[in-house]
């Protein structure tokens, strides 16, 4: 057990598998996983550079979470330094994040020490979608890496008489997969660590259920054209807009004065314009895990924040609690964050 850099176990599979979905940008997505002693994190760019999808997994979601920075070792991006074995309890939280507009980028490094790898997610989630089936009988496990370096799942079942179950064990293997870099300098339509988004400089920001935000973006699409998000302060105001040539301009005013916002700052008064297939890509949360809409912000699976940073680079954070997505897991927890930069 000491030579894998993750060994962790979680019992909301379905959940998992849905907030990885959530990331997947194209039909042939690579992620870069990050393993750290705090999270596990999953960062999808897509190929244009300027949309950047984060799923990030705090410790408290697993029912075990242990890494051992020592077996990464420096070919597989880790550091020498141990952070030993901690064991978490059970909790639920996931996030996912997605940066609509351009912006600089950063250098690949492995954060927290534990190592990274990159990964096809789609075959990632074909895989998962195989354990989806044993969802509240049995827990999922994750190992990276094994001797090969690759990503280990397992799930072990009793069925049958307590006095005798019928025990078995669905196993999976994936191979990591390493996008080549072109160039001296390894920028040049390089992998997903090298085409990571960087975003600076926080200006203006709020916060809503994803639900509300979700069901704006839907309307915006009809004239099939940039959406505008606009700002100000004294009085506070919030809307959305887009406009077409066949249907005219259509917006949405938010009320944001009084409190009405979980959060609402504006440092920077204006308006920005983004395309509007990286905001429905930004706010695709699968519908367990958003929920009705108008629920009460309180009773809201998830909340979302959105933030606008330098050159006006939109950072889009969805904060999910699992406990209220799926009730009968009822462990608790919130606070997922996934982002860019």
């Given at each position: 057990m000491e030579d894998f850099v993750l060994d962790a176990r979680m019992e909301h599979i379905r959940n998992f598998t849905a907030i990885l979905s959530a990331v997947k940008l194209s039909k042939k997505q690579h992620v870069r996983v990050s393993v750290s002693d705090r999270s596990l994190t999953f960062v999808a760019v897509d190929d244009s550079k300027s949309l950047?999808?984060?799923?990030?997994?705090?410790?408290?979601?697993?029912?075990?979470?242990?890494?051992?920075?020592?077996?990464?070792?420096?070919?597989?991006?880790?550091?020498?330094?141990?952070?030993?074995?901690?064991?978490?309890?059970?909790?639920?939280?996931?996030?996912?994040?997605?940066?609509?507009?351009?912006?600089?980028?950063?250098?690949?490094?492995?954060?927290?020490?534990?190592?990274?790898?990159?990964?096809?997610?789609?075959?990632l989630i074909d895989v998962l979608n195989v354990f989806t089936t044993l969802d509240g009988e049995a827990e999922l496990s994750l190992r990276w890496p094994d001797r090969d370096?690759?990503?280990?799942?397992?799930?072990?079942?009793?069925?049958?008489?307590?006095?005798?179950?019928?025990?078995?064990?669905?196993?999976?293997?994936?191979?990591?997969?390493?996008?080549?870099?072109?160039?001296?300098?390894?920028?040049?339509?390089?992998?997903?660590?090298?085409?990571?988004?960087?975003?600076?400089?926080?200006?203006?920001?709020?916060?809503?259920?994803?639900?509300?935000?979700?069901?704006?973006?839907?309307?915006?699409?009809?004239?099939?054209?940039?959406?505008?998000?606009?700002?100000?302060?004294?009085?506070?105001?919030?809307?959305?807009?887009?406009?077409?040539?066949?249907?005219?301009?259509?917006r949405v005013d938010v009320d944001a004065r009084g409190g009405h916002l979980t959060e609402f700052s504006c440092k920077e008064p204006g308006r920005w314009l983004y395309r509007y297939r990286f905001l429905k890509a930004a706010t695709g949360m699968p519908g367990n895990l958003v929920g009705p809409a108008n629920l009460p912000e309180g009773d809201s699976p998830t909340m979302t924040r959105v933030a606008i940073g330098e050159g006006g680079m939109l950072k889009v954070v969805h904060l999910v609690h699992l406990s209220r997505a799926l009730p009968q897991f009822g462990h608790g927890g919130h606070g997922g964050v996934g982002g860019g930069g």
């Open positions: 950047q999808a984060q799923a990030n997994f705090r410790a408290e979601v697993f029912r075990e979470y242990r890494v051992n920075a020592a077996a990464a070792g420096p070919d597989r991006g880790g550091t020498s330094t141990a952070y030993g074995q901690s064991t978490r309890g059970g909790g639920g939280v996931g996030g996912v994040g997605s940066n609509p507009s351009g912006g600089g980028t950063q250098g690949g490094t492995a954060r927290g020490g534990g190592g990274s790898f990159g990964l096809a997610l789609g075959s370096g690759r990503l280990v799942l397992a799930a072990h079942t009793a069925r049958g008489a307590s006095e005798r179950p019928v025990r078995s064990c669905t196993h999976a293997a994936i191979t990591p997969e390493e996008r080549p870099t072109s160039g001296a300098d390894g920028t040049g339509g390089g992998g997903v660590g090298e085409a990571e988004l960087l975003f600076r400089g926080e200006r203006n920001a709020f916060m809503l259920p994803t639900s509300t935000l979700k069901e704006i973006v839907d309307d915006l699409e009809w004239p099939a054209a940039p959406m505008a998000i606009s700002m100000r302060s004294n009085p506070d105001e919030l809307s959305f807009s887009a406009a077409g040539l066949e249907v005219g301009e259509l």
